[in-house]
Protein backbone atom coordinates (compact mmCIF):
# COMPACT_ATOMS: atom_id res chain seq x y z
CA UNK A 1 0.00 0.00 0.00
CA UNK A 2 2.67 2.64 1.07
CA UNK A 3 4.88 1.21 -2.53
CA UNK A 4 1.46 2.12 -4.58
CA UNK A 5 0.97 5.27 -2.85
CA UNK A 6 4.54 6.67 -2.94
CA UNK A 7 4.95 5.57 -6.54
CA UNK A 8 1.33 7.10 -7.61
CA UNK A 9 2.79 10.82 -6.34
CA UNK A 10 5.66 10.59 -7.85
CA UNK A 11 4.04 9.51 -11.13
CA UNK A 12 2.01 12.60 -11.11
CA UNK A 13 5.18 14.78 -9.94
CA UNK A 14 6.74 13.46 -13.00
CA UNK A 15 4.08 13.99 -15.46
CA UNK A 16 4.34 17.48 -14.59
CA UNK A 17 7.90 18.40 -13.37
CA UNK A 18 7.50 22.02 -14.43
CA UNK A 19 7.01 22.57 -10.41
CA UNK A 20 9.85 20.83 -9.11
CA UNK A 21 11.98 22.20 -11.44
CA UNK A 22 10.45 25.96 -10.87
CA UNK A 23 11.12 26.17 -7.10
CA UNK A 24 14.82 25.04 -8.03
CA UNK A 25 15.41 27.81 -10.36
CA UNK A 26 13.89 29.71 -7.50
CA UNK A 27 16.35 28.33 -5.25
CA UNK A 28 19.25 29.30 -7.87
CA UNK A 29 17.99 32.83 -8.03
CA UNK A 30 17.79 33.38 -4.47
CA UNK A 31 21.24 31.78 -3.73
CA UNK A 32 22.62 33.81 -7.17
CA UNK A 33 21.16 37.18 -5.51
CA UNK A 34 23.27 36.23 -2.40
CA UNK A 35 26.28 35.17 -4.48
CA UNK A 36 26.20 38.47 -5.98
CA UNK A 37 26.22 40.31 -2.51
CA UNK A 38 28.42 37.76 -0.79
CA UNK A 39 31.19 38.02 -3.72
CA UNK A 40 30.97 34.07 -3.34
CA UNK A 41 31.95 34.52 0.29
CA UNK A 42 30.24 33.17 3.12
CA UNK A 43 31.15 32.59 7.04
CA UNK A 44 29.79 29.74 8.75
CA UNK A 45 26.76 31.40 10.49
CA UNK A 46 25.55 33.06 6.98
CA UNK A 47 25.94 29.52 5.26
CA UNK A 48 24.10 27.40 7.92
CA UNK A 49 21.03 30.30 7.84
CA UNK A 50 21.28 30.89 4.78
CA UNK A 51 21.22 27.03 3.59
CA UNK A 52 18.37 25.90 5.95
CA UNK A 53 15.78 29.06 5.53
CA UNK A 54 16.06 28.37 1.27
CA UNK A 55 15.37 24.68 1.93
CA UNK A 56 12.93 25.58 4.23
CA UNK A 57 11.29 28.05 1.54
CA UNK A 58 11.83 25.36 -1.09
CA UNK A 59 10.11 22.77 1.23
CA UNK A 60 6.90 24.61 2.04
CA UNK A 61 6.28 25.42 -1.23
CA UNK A 62 6.95 21.67 -2.54
CA UNK A 63 5.07 20.30 0.31
CA UNK A 64 1.96 22.57 0.03
CA UNK A 65 1.60 21.99 -4.01
CA UNK A 66 2.14 18.27 -3.43
CA UNK A 67 -1.81 18.40 -1.15
CA UNK A 68 -3.21 21.50 -3.21
CA UNK A 69 -2.81 19.28 -6.47
CA UNK A 70 -5.27 16.97 -5.33
CA UNK A 71 -8.89 17.10 -4.84
CA UNK A 72 -11.80 16.34 -2.33
CA UNK A 73 -12.72 13.31 -4.53
CA UNK A 74 -9.22 12.03 -4.90
CA UNK A 75 -9.13 12.47 -1.12
CA UNK A 76 -12.83 10.41 -0.35
CA UNK A 77 -11.41 7.45 -2.41
CA UNK A 78 -8.12 7.27 -0.53
CA UNK A 79 -10.61 6.81 2.32
CA UNK A 80 -12.07 4.47 1.22
CA UNK A 81 -9.19 2.89 0.02
CA UNK A 82 -6.95 2.63 2.95
CA UNK A 83 -6.85 4.25 6.71
CA UNK A 84 -5.25 7.73 7.50
CA UNK A 85 -2.27 6.73 9.30
CA UNK A 86 -0.69 4.97 6.27
CA UNK A 87 -1.79 7.94 4.19
CA UNK A 88 -0.02 10.26 6.95
CA UNK A 89 3.05 7.97 6.75
CA UNK A 90 3.34 7.51 2.72
CA UNK A 91 2.82 11.09 2.12
CA UNK A 92 5.40 12.24 4.99
CA UNK A 93 7.85 9.73 2.87
CA UNK A 94 7.43 10.94 -0.56
CA UNK A 95 7.66 14.39 0.96
CA UNK A 96 11.00 13.09 2.59
CA UNK A 97 12.25 11.80 -0.44
CA UNK A 98 11.42 14.93 -2.46
CA UNK A 99 12.99 16.90 0.41
CA UNK A 100 16.11 15.20 0.51
CA UNK A 101 16.38 15.76 -3.56
CA UNK A 102 15.80 19.56 -2.63
CA UNK A 103 18.43 19.68 0.09
CA UNK A 104 21.03 17.75 -2.66
CA UNK A 105 19.86 20.12 -5.07
CA UNK A 106 20.66 23.01 -2.32
CA UNK A 107 23.95 21.42 -1.25
CA UNK A 108 25.17 21.22 -4.76
CA UNK A 109 24.23 24.90 -5.57
CA UNK A 110 25.85 25.76 -2.33
CA UNK A 111 29.10 23.96 -3.20
CA UNK A 112 29.00 25.92 -7.28
CA UNK A 113 28.41 28.83 -5.75
CA UNK A 114 30.18 29.57 -2.22
CA UNK A 115 33.72 28.59 -1.66
CA UNK A 116 33.69 25.48 -0.82
CA UNK A 117 33.52 24.64 3.08
CA UNK A 118 36.26 22.60 4.94
CA UNK A 119 32.60 20.56 5.93
CA UNK A 120 32.27 17.98 7.86
CA UNK A 121 30.19 15.71 5.43
CA UNK A 122 29.25 12.77 7.45
CA UNK A 123 27.99 14.76 10.42
CA UNK A 124 26.64 17.52 7.97
CA UNK A 125 24.55 14.60 5.97
CA UNK A 126 23.19 13.32 9.66
CA UNK A 127 22.26 16.65 10.43
CA UNK A 128 20.76 17.24 7.06
CA UNK A 129 18.59 14.25 7.19
CA UNK A 130 17.34 14.57 10.93
CA UNK A 131 16.47 17.87 10.07
CA UNK A 132 14.47 17.30 6.71
CA UNK A 133 12.80 14.65 8.18
CA UNK A 134 11.93 16.90 10.75
CA UNK A 135 10.79 18.98 8.42
CA UNK A 136 8.88 16.24 6.00
CA UNK A 137 7.08 15.42 9.28
CA UNK A 138 5.17 18.97 10.45
CA UNK A 139 4.82 19.92 6.85
CA UNK A 140 3.23 16.95 5.69
CA UNK A 141 0.34 17.66 8.92
CA UNK A 142 0.27 20.78 8.52
CA UNK A 143 0.40 21.55 4.73
CA UNK A 144 -2.91 19.61 5.01
CA UNK A 145 -4.37 22.07 6.94
CA UNK A 146 -3.23 25.02 5.39
CA UNK A 147 -4.32 23.71 1.72
CA UNK A 148 -7.95 24.00 3.01
CA UNK A 149 -7.27 27.61 3.40
CA UNK A 150 -8.55 30.26 1.11
CA UNK A 151 -4.83 31.74 1.46
CA UNK A 152 -2.78 28.74 1.92
CA UNK A 153 0.30 30.03 0.60
CA UNK A 154 0.21 32.68 3.62
CA UNK A 155 -1.02 30.33 5.85
CA UNK A 156 1.57 27.70 5.42
CA UNK A 157 4.08 29.92 6.96
CA UNK A 158 2.00 30.89 9.66
CA UNK A 159 1.36 27.54 10.96
CA UNK A 160 4.44 26.24 10.47
CA UNK A 161 7.43 28.66 11.19
CA UNK A 162 6.39 28.54 15.29
CA UNK A 163 6.80 24.99 15.23
CA UNK A 164 10.02 24.57 12.88
CA UNK A 165 11.87 27.59 14.88
CA UNK A 166 12.96 25.64 17.69
CA UNK A 167 14.08 22.48 16.04
CA UNK A 168 16.19 25.33 13.23
CA UNK A 169 17.68 27.10 16.04
CA UNK A 170 19.00 23.79 16.87
CA UNK A 171 20.05 22.64 13.80
CA UNK A 172 21.63 26.06 12.31
CA UNK A 173 23.61 26.04 15.48
CA UNK A 174 25.00 22.81 14.75
CA UNK A 175 25.31 23.02 11.35
CA UNK A 176 27.67 25.99 12.00
CA UNK A 177 29.46 23.58 14.12
CA UNK A 178 29.72 20.87 11.54
CA UNK A 179 30.99 23.53 8.44
CA UNK A 180 33.50 24.90 10.93
CA UNK A 181 34.53 21.42 11.96
CA UNK A 182 34.29 21.83 15.57
CA UNK A 183 32.65 20.00 18.01
CA UNK A 184 30.50 21.54 20.84
CA UNK A 185 28.55 19.36 22.27
CA UNK A 186 26.53 18.65 18.73
CA UNK A 187 25.83 15.11 19.99
CA UNK A 188 23.73 16.99 22.61
CA UNK A 189 21.59 19.12 19.85
CA UNK A 190 21.53 15.92 17.89
CA UNK A 191 19.56 14.04 20.54
CA UNK A 192 17.28 17.08 20.70
CA UNK A 193 16.68 17.42 17.05
CA UNK A 194 15.92 13.33 17.14
CA UNK A 195 13.48 14.17 19.98
CA UNK A 196 12.00 16.32 18.39
CA UNK A 197 11.31 14.16 15.11
CA UNK A 198 10.07 11.28 17.66
CA UNK A 199 7.49 13.84 19.02
CA UNK A 200 6.41 15.26 15.81
CA UNK A 201 5.72 11.80 14.35
CA UNK A 202 3.94 10.81 17.61
CA UNK A 203 1.76 13.83 17.27
CA UNK A 204 1.51 12.89 13.57
CA UNK A 205 0.40 9.48 13.73
CA UNK A 206 -2.00 10.08 15.83
CA UNK A 207 -3.79 13.52 14.95
CA UNK A 208 -3.94 12.96 11.43
CA UNK A 209 -6.49 10.36 11.39
CA UNK A 210 -8.57 13.00 13.01
CA UNK A 211 -7.86 15.81 10.27
CA UNK A 212 -8.55 13.36 7.27
CA UNK A 213 -12.20 12.31 8.86
CA UNK A 214 -14.97 14.09 6.29
CA UNK B 1 -24.83 31.16 43.59
CA UNK B 2 -24.21 27.50 44.71
CA UNK B 3 -22.17 26.76 41.25
CA UNK B 4 -20.53 30.27 41.26
CA UNK B 5 -18.61 30.28 44.57
CA UNK B 6 -15.90 29.88 43.04
CA UNK B 7 -16.06 33.15 41.17
CA UNK B 8 -16.69 34.76 44.69
CA UNK B 9 -13.12 32.96 45.88
CA UNK B 10 -11.78 34.41 42.64
CA UNK B 11 -12.61 38.19 43.64
CA UNK B 12 -11.61 37.49 47.04
CA UNK B 13 -8.11 35.96 45.91
CA UNK B 14 -7.39 38.59 43.41
CA UNK B 15 -7.76 41.30 45.61
CA UNK B 16 -6.04 39.57 48.64
CA UNK B 17 -2.85 39.20 45.93
CA UNK B 18 -3.41 42.72 44.41
CA UNK B 19 -3.34 44.28 48.08
CA UNK B 20 -0.90 41.95 49.95
CA UNK B 21 1.66 41.92 46.88
CA UNK B 22 1.80 45.95 46.40
CA UNK B 23 1.37 46.86 50.32
CA UNK B 24 3.26 44.36 52.35
CA UNK B 25 6.83 45.74 52.92
CA UNK B 26 10.14 44.39 52.13
CA UNK B 27 12.13 43.27 55.22
CA UNK B 28 15.11 45.98 55.56
CA UNK B 29 18.20 45.29 53.96
CA UNK B 30 21.92 46.45 53.01
CA UNK B 31 21.57 48.42 50.05
CA UNK B 32 25.35 49.12 49.34
CA UNK B 33 28.72 50.17 50.97
CA UNK B 34 31.15 52.81 50.50
CA UNK B 35 34.17 50.46 49.49
CA UNK B 36 34.65 47.67 47.54
CA UNK B 37 37.86 46.67 48.12
CA UNK B 38 39.79 46.86 51.70
CA UNK B 39 43.56 45.66 52.70
CA UNK B 40 44.01 42.82 55.15
CA UNK B 41 46.12 43.76 58.22
CA UNK B 42 44.45 47.23 58.19
CA UNK B 43 42.04 48.96 60.20
CA UNK B 44 38.54 49.66 58.06
CA UNK B 45 35.80 52.10 58.44
CA UNK B 46 32.57 51.12 56.31
CA UNK B 47 29.74 52.77 55.58
CA UNK B 48 26.85 51.13 55.11
CA UNK B 49 23.85 52.60 53.63
CA UNK B 50 20.30 50.44 54.47
CA UNK B 51 16.77 50.35 52.72
CA UNK B 52 13.59 50.23 55.09
CA UNK B 53 15.87 50.61 58.05
CA UNK B 54 15.35 51.83 61.36
CA UNK B 55 19.01 51.99 62.84
CA UNK B 56 18.44 55.48 64.57
CA UNK B 57 15.75 53.39 66.89
CA UNK B 58 18.05 51.39 69.56
CA UNK B 59 21.11 52.02 68.26
CA UNK B 60 23.13 50.93 71.14
CA UNK B 61 22.45 47.35 70.53
CA UNK B 62 23.36 47.26 66.73
CA UNK B 63 26.39 44.76 65.54
CA UNK B 64 27.73 44.13 62.49
CA UNK B 65 30.10 41.40 61.43
CA UNK B 66 31.97 40.64 57.93
CA UNK B 67 31.76 37.06 57.32
CA UNK B 68 34.07 34.84 55.43
CA UNK B 69 32.45 31.54 56.21
CA UNK B 70 31.14 30.48 59.31
CA UNK B 71 33.91 30.39 61.34
CA UNK B 72 35.71 33.05 59.94
CA UNK B 73 33.87 35.59 61.33
CA UNK B 74 35.29 39.72 62.01
CA UNK B 75 33.12 41.44 64.25
CA UNK B 76 33.30 45.74 63.95
CA UNK B 77 34.48 46.89 67.44
CA UNK B 78 32.49 50.09 67.23
CA UNK B 79 29.47 50.86 65.19
CA UNK B 80 28.16 54.26 64.55
CA UNK B 81 24.87 55.02 63.75
CA UNK B 82 24.33 58.32 61.39
CA UNK B 83 20.77 57.82 60.79
CA UNK B 84 18.38 55.79 60.05
CA UNK B 85 19.79 54.31 56.50
CA UNK B 86 23.41 55.33 56.80
CA UNK B 87 25.59 53.32 59.65
CA UNK B 88 29.79 53.39 59.88
CA UNK B 89 31.29 50.27 61.48
CA UNK B 90 35.05 50.07 62.04
CA UNK B 91 36.75 46.96 61.58
CA UNK B 92 40.45 45.36 62.40
CA UNK B 93 41.02 43.43 59.07
CA UNK B 94 43.31 40.25 60.17
CA UNK B 95 46.64 40.14 58.01
CA UNK B 96 45.96 36.39 56.98
CA UNK B 97 44.00 35.29 54.19
CA UNK B 98 42.86 31.52 54.49
CA UNK B 99 43.63 28.99 51.61
CA UNK B 100 46.78 30.74 50.44
CA UNK B 101 44.38 33.09 48.20
CA UNK B 102 45.40 36.74 46.79
CA UNK B 103 41.66 37.80 48.19
CA UNK B 104 38.57 37.04 50.02
CA UNK B 105 34.94 38.16 49.41
CA UNK B 106 32.77 39.11 52.75
CA UNK B 107 29.50 39.52 53.66
CA UNK B 108 28.66 42.48 55.89
CA UNK B 109 25.99 41.63 58.35
CA UNK B 110 24.24 44.06 60.00
CA UNK B 111 21.57 43.10 63.35
CA UNK B 112 19.11 45.42 64.65
CA UNK B 113 17.02 44.45 67.72
CA UNK B 114 13.41 44.89 66.10
CA UNK B 115 14.49 45.21 62.33
CA UNK B 116 16.43 41.33 62.73
CA UNK B 117 19.25 40.86 60.58
CA UNK B 118 20.34 42.46 57.14
CA UNK B 119 22.74 40.84 54.78
CA UNK B 120 25.01 41.92 52.14
CA UNK B 121 26.35 39.37 50.03
CA UNK B 122 29.61 40.21 48.45
CA UNK B 123 29.70 43.45 50.18
CA UNK B 124 33.57 43.90 49.45
CA UNK B 125 36.92 42.18 48.80
CA UNK B 126 39.76 42.08 51.06
CA UNK B 127 43.18 41.52 48.97
CA UNK B 128 46.09 40.13 50.54
CA UNK B 129 48.09 43.41 52.37
CA UNK B 130 51.85 44.36 52.21
CA UNK B 131 54.71 42.58 54.38
CA UNK B 132 54.95 45.58 56.65
CA UNK B 133 51.90 45.57 58.17
CA UNK B 134 51.28 44.47 61.74
CA UNK B 135 50.44 41.26 62.12
CA UNK B 136 46.49 40.73 62.95
CA UNK B 137 45.43 37.70 64.42
CA UNK B 138 41.77 36.17 62.84
CA UNK B 139 39.63 36.62 65.88
CA UNK B 140 37.34 34.42 67.34
CA UNK B 141 34.55 36.09 66.96
CA UNK B 142 31.40 34.44 65.63
CA UNK B 143 27.15 35.33 64.57
CA UNK B 144 25.44 34.72 67.78
CA UNK B 145 22.19 35.49 68.86
CA UNK B 146 20.66 37.48 65.72
CA UNK B 147 17.56 38.88 66.53
CA UNK B 148 15.21 37.29 64.13
CA UNK B 149 12.03 38.41 64.19
CA UNK B 150 8.23 36.94 62.31
CA UNK B 151 7.11 39.22 60.57
CA UNK B 152 4.50 39.74 57.50
CA UNK B 153 7.13 41.30 54.91
CA UNK B 154 8.67 39.71 51.59
CA UNK B 155 12.46 38.83 51.55
CA UNK B 156 14.68 42.14 50.34
CA UNK B 157 16.82 40.83 47.54
CA UNK B 158 19.70 42.70 46.51
CA UNK B 159 19.55 43.30 42.41
CA UNK B 160 15.42 43.05 42.34
CA UNK B 161 14.49 45.67 45.47
CA UNK B 162 10.75 46.11 44.93
CA UNK B 163 10.26 43.91 41.91
CA UNK B 164 10.05 41.10 44.16
CA UNK B 165 6.75 41.70 44.30
CA UNK B 166 6.31 40.30 40.00
CA UNK B 167 6.74 37.14 41.95
CA UNK B 168 2.83 37.25 41.98
CA UNK B 169 2.52 38.92 38.87
CA UNK B 170 4.72 37.26 36.23
CA UNK B 171 5.31 33.73 37.33
CA UNK B 172 1.95 32.76 38.67
CA UNK B 173 0.40 34.34 35.62
CA UNK B 174 2.26 31.95 33.29
CA UNK B 175 1.54 28.67 35.69
CA UNK B 176 -2.65 29.95 35.24
CA UNK B 177 -1.48 29.86 31.59
CA UNK B 178 -0.41 26.33 31.34
CA UNK B 179 -3.34 25.24 33.67
CA UNK B 180 -5.80 26.97 30.72
CA UNK B 181 -3.88 25.23 28.06
CA UNK B 182 -4.18 21.74 29.65
CA UNK B 183 -7.82 22.48 30.17
CA UNK B 184 -7.98 23.36 26.56
CA UNK B 185 -6.01 20.67 25.34
CA UNK B 186 -8.68 18.00 27.41
CA UNK B 187 -11.04 19.72 25.81
CA UNK B 188 -9.62 19.46 22.58
CA UNK B 189 -8.65 15.91 23.25
CA UNK B 190 -12.56 14.94 24.32
CA UNK B 191 -14.13 17.00 20.82
CA UNK B 192 -11.84 14.64 18.47
CA UNK B 193 -12.77 12.02 20.93
CA UNK B 194 -16.58 12.51 20.70
CA UNK B 195 -17.40 14.73 18.20
CA UNK B 196 -19.44 17.63 20.41
CA UNK B 197 -18.60 20.96 18.64
CA UNK B 198 -18.82 22.95 21.81
CA UNK B 199 -16.00 21.33 24.00
CA UNK B 200 -13.80 22.62 21.15
CA UNK B 201 -15.66 26.17 21.30
CA UNK B 202 -14.59 25.99 24.95
CA UNK B 203 -11.00 24.87 24.37
CA UNK B 204 -10.83 27.87 21.54
CA UNK B 205 -12.11 30.35 24.62
CA UNK B 206 -9.45 28.74 27.24
CA UNK B 207 -6.91 29.31 24.72
CA UNK B 208 -7.63 32.86 23.73
CA UNK B 209 -7.52 33.35 27.73
CA UNK B 210 -4.22 31.83 27.75
CA UNK B 211 -2.57 33.66 24.67
CA UNK B 212 -3.97 36.76 26.87
CA UNK B 213 -2.10 35.49 29.75
CA UNK B 214 0.84 35.02 27.88
CA UNK B 215 0.85 38.01 26.71
CA UNK B 216 0.79 39.76 30.01
CA UNK B 217 3.26 37.28 31.15
CA UNK B 218 5.87 38.38 28.52
CA UNK B 219 4.60 42.00 29.13
CA UNK B 220 5.44 41.80 33.04
CA UNK B 221 8.64 39.68 32.19
CA UNK B 222 10.00 42.64 30.45
CA UNK B 223 9.27 44.98 33.11
CA UNK B 224 11.39 42.74 35.11
CA UNK B 225 13.86 42.50 32.82
CA UNK B 226 14.27 46.27 32.19
CA UNK B 227 15.09 46.31 36.13
CA UNK B 228 16.95 43.22 37.06
CA UNK B 229 18.79 42.82 33.53
CA UNK B 230 19.13 46.64 31.82
CA UNK B 231 16.69 46.30 29.12
CA UNK B 232 13.17 45.41 28.37
CA UNK B 233 14.16 42.73 25.69
CA UNK B 234 17.76 41.52 24.83
CA UNK B 235 16.84 38.64 22.92
CA UNK B 236 17.59 36.01 25.74
CA UNK B 237 16.81 32.74 24.63
CA UNK B 238 13.35 32.47 27.19
CA UNK B 239 12.11 35.66 25.45
CA UNK B 240 12.71 34.46 22.41
CA UNK B 241 11.33 30.93 22.95
CA UNK B 242 8.12 32.25 24.71
CA UNK B 243 7.82 34.83 22.03
CA UNK B 244 7.41 31.74 19.54
CA UNK B 245 5.34 30.01 21.77
CA UNK B 246 2.93 33.24 22.10
CA UNK B 247 2.77 32.99 17.62
CA UNK B 248 1.68 29.29 18.24
CA UNK B 249 -1.03 30.27 19.62
CA UNK B 250 -2.10 33.32 17.21
CA UNK B 251 -1.17 30.78 14.73
CA UNK B 252 -3.78 29.06 16.27
CA UNK B 253 -6.47 31.42 16.33
CA UNK B 254 -5.97 32.54 12.42
CA UNK B 255 -6.87 28.80 11.49
CA UNK B 256 -9.93 29.64 12.88
CA UNK B 257 -10.69 32.61 10.73
CA UNK B 258 -9.42 31.58 7.56
CA UNK B 259 -11.00 28.38 7.03
CA UNK B 260 -14.37 28.27 5.48
CA UNK B 261 -15.97 24.76 6.12
CA UNK B 262 -16.68 24.54 10.07
CA UNK B 263 -16.35 21.26 10.38
CA UNK B 264 -13.06 21.14 8.82
CA UNK B 265 -12.04 24.14 11.09
CA UNK B 266 -12.65 22.90 14.30
CA UNK B 267 -10.99 19.49 13.53
CA UNK B 268 -8.03 21.76 12.51
CA UNK B 269 -7.93 23.98 15.08
CA UNK B 270 -8.57 20.78 17.69
CA UNK B 271 -5.73 19.64 16.14
CA UNK B 272 -3.13 22.08 15.88
CA UNK B 273 -4.27 23.15 19.38
CA UNK B 274 -2.72 19.57 20.68
CA UNK B 275 0.26 19.60 18.54
CA UNK B 276 0.93 22.99 19.74
CA UNK B 277 0.52 22.09 23.62
CA UNK B 278 3.28 19.81 22.84
CA UNK B 279 5.39 21.63 20.76
CA UNK B 280 5.76 24.15 24.05
CA UNK B 281 7.28 21.29 26.08
CA UNK B 282 10.91 21.95 24.04
CA UNK B 283 10.09 25.05 23.22
CA UNK B 284 10.12 26.73 26.84
CA UNK B 285 12.16 24.03 28.58
CA UNK B 286 14.12 22.22 26.56
CA UNK B 287 15.78 24.66 24.12
CA UNK B 288 16.32 27.56 26.66
CA UNK B 289 18.60 24.93 29.02
CA UNK B 290 20.99 24.81 26.21
CA UNK B 291 21.82 28.51 25.76
CA UNK B 292 23.09 30.53 28.20
CA UNK B 293 20.51 32.97 29.30
CA UNK B 294 19.59 35.68 32.13
CA UNK B 295 16.25 33.81 33.14
CA UNK B 296 16.07 31.96 36.06
CA UNK B 297 15.52 28.43 35.91
CA UNK B 298 17.58 28.20 32.14
CA UNK B 299 21.59 28.61 31.41
CA UNK B 300 22.08 27.15 34.85
CA UNK B 301 20.75 29.39 36.42
CA UNK B 302 18.87 27.94 39.13
CA UNK B 303 14.92 28.33 39.36
CA UNK B 304 13.21 31.21 40.98
CA UNK B 305 11.27 29.69 43.69
CA UNK B 306 12.60 26.76 45.61
CA UNK B 307 15.89 29.05 47.53
CA UNK B 308 14.20 32.65 46.64
CA UNK B 309 11.20 32.31 48.60
CA UNK B 310 10.37 32.09 51.97
CA UNK B 311 6.86 31.56 53.67
CA UNK B 312 5.61 34.90 53.48
CA UNK B 313 5.75 34.95 49.86
CA UNK B 314 4.46 31.93 49.66
CA UNK B 315 1.48 32.85 51.63
CA UNK B 316 0.51 35.46 48.64
CA UNK B 317 2.21 33.29 45.56
CA UNK B 318 -0.21 29.96 45.53
CA UNK B 319 -3.31 32.25 45.95
CA UNK B 320 -2.26 34.53 42.84
CA UNK B 321 -1.74 30.60 41.02
CA UNK B 322 -5.08 30.25 41.87
CA UNK B 323 -6.68 33.50 41.18
CA UNK B 324 -5.14 33.92 38.52
CA UNK B 325 -6.57 30.81 36.96
CA UNK B 326 -10.15 31.01 38.38
CA UNK B 327 -10.12 34.07 36.82
CA UNK B 328 -8.77 33.21 33.02
CA UNK B 329 -11.64 29.85 33.94
CA UNK B 330 -14.11 32.91 34.20
CA UNK B 331 -13.18 34.75 31.16
CA UNK B 332 -12.87 32.01 28.85
CA UNK B 333 -16.15 30.66 29.94
CA UNK B 334 -18.13 34.49 29.89
CA UNK B 335 -16.65 34.63 26.03
CA UNK B 336 -17.79 30.89 25.16
CA UNK B 337 -21.30 31.72 26.36
CA UNK B 338 -21.29 34.71 24.61
CA UNK B 339 -20.01 33.47 21.33
CA UNK B 340 -22.08 30.26 22.02
CA UNK B 341 -25.59 32.71 21.82
CA UNK B 342 -24.47 34.31 18.88
CA UNK B 343 -24.12 30.97 16.99
CA UNK B 344 -26.69 29.49 18.03
CA UNK B 345 -28.54 33.15 17.32
CA UNK B 346 -27.35 32.67 13.66
CA UNK B 347 -28.34 29.42 13.28
CA UNK B 348 -31.87 30.20 14.29
CA UNK B 349 -32.12 33.17 11.91
Known amino acids: MYGSLIRKDIKSELRRPQFVLGV ?80 AINFILFQLLFEPKSVNHPRFMVLLFTGVLGMSLSLTLVAFMAGFARNASVMIYILVLPIIIPMFLLLIRSTMDAVDDIYINWLGDLTLVIGIDVLMLAAGIGLFPYLWRR | MKH ?86 QFRIPSAIPDGKEAMSVSLIVDHPTDGPAVLPNALIIKRGKKSDASIPWPGDAIVDLNFKKRFAFPYRNIIFETIRNTYFHVPLWMAMYGLLVLATIYNIL ?4 GDMWKEERAFHLTSV ?37 LMFVAYVFIRFSIADESARRRF ?67 YRLSRIKQILLFKN
Open chain 2, 210 to 246: ALVYGTLGIATGMMWAEFAWGTFWNWDIKQTMSLLAM
Open chain 2, 4 to 89: NWWKILCVFLFLYVIIAGFLVPLRPGIKTVNMSTAHAGQPLTLTAHGYNTNWSIESGQIRSWLKYSDSLVIEAHQVHVVGNTELTS
Open chain 1, 24 to 103: IFFQFCLLFLFFLFQDGDLDSRWWANLFWVNLLIAAMSLVLKNFSQESADEYAYYYQLTDPITIYIAKASYNLMLLLFAA
Open chain 2, 191 to 194: YLWK
Open chain 2, 269 to 335: NAVYGIFAFIMIFPLLYVVPRMAPSLHPGSGGNPAFGSDDMDNTMRMVFYPAIIAYFLLGLWLAQLS
